[in-house]
């Protein structure tokens, strides 16, 4: 599967924004759709992932509360809620996808399609 994210940009802190990631092909469904963001200098980090069907979420703790992840198969399409976004959540945001039955995977490497990448910059 091929996956094209969008929605980044330059924003205010307290701001809100929404990444989209739009996967190709019919599979899309059998996959588990993840967002893992980089800011500079750092390693990639887990940030959402949310379930085949899009009952089920997981996040990274520091971020449940404030990010919101979904997915609308028909459309082919896995979403990102981010607000109150701070400076610190400034970095690239990448879509990924994975096959693998890991519950609560938060590694980079058990995903194996990933999109471009999105930038995302808060200021404050």
Not at 18 to 25: A, E, M, N
Request: hydrophobic fraction near 35%; charge should be positive; charged fraction near 20%.
């Amino acid at each position: 599967v091929q996956l094209q994210a969008s929605g980044g940009g330059l924003v205010q802190a307290g701001n809100s924004l929404r990444l989209s990631c739009v996967g190709s092909g019919r599979t899309f469904s059998t996959f588990v759709m993840g967002w893992f963001r980089q800011a500079p200098e750092k390693e990639r980090e887990f940030v959402a992932a949310v379930s085949k069907s899009g009952k089920s979420t997981h996040y990274r703790t520091s971020l449940e509360g404030r990010f919101a992840i979904s997915r609308d198969n028909a459309e082919n399409t896995v979403y990102l809620q981010m607000n109150s976004l701070k400076p610190e959540d400034t970095a690239v945001y990448y879509c990924a996808a994975r096959s693998l039955f890991k519950p609560n995977s938060t590694s980079p490497y058990d995903y194996v399609y990933w999109g471009q990448g999105t930038l995302v910059t808060v200021s404050s």
